[in-house]
């Protein structure tokens, strides 16, 4: 039988959210995010539902944090 470890078995689920945009505002860089039924406009050091935390934004990607595990996550610009 093989071995779980514990973060493989804690690990959060990949969040549901595609890139899709990005704007700056007032000296800001903030990321379009979007599901099929909502769209967030983060920043840098926001928190998303509470189980990711948006450490930055670059011209083609975001990247996050899991608050869950420090498991580092990064969604890049996906064009329609």
Known sequence: IP???EA???AP???PWR???RVDEAGV???LLATSQ???V???GDTVEGRWRVERIHADAVELQSLADG???RLAWEAP
């Open 8 to 10: 493989t078995a804690a």
């Open 38 to 40: 909502q769209l967030l």
């Open 19 to 21: 890139l899709i945009g």
């Open 3 to 5: 071995a779980t470890s």
């Open 13 to 15: 689920a990949p969040p």
């Open 29 to 31: 860089a903030r990321a």
């Open 42 to 44: 983060v920043a840098a």
């Open 71 to 73: 498991q580092a996550l």
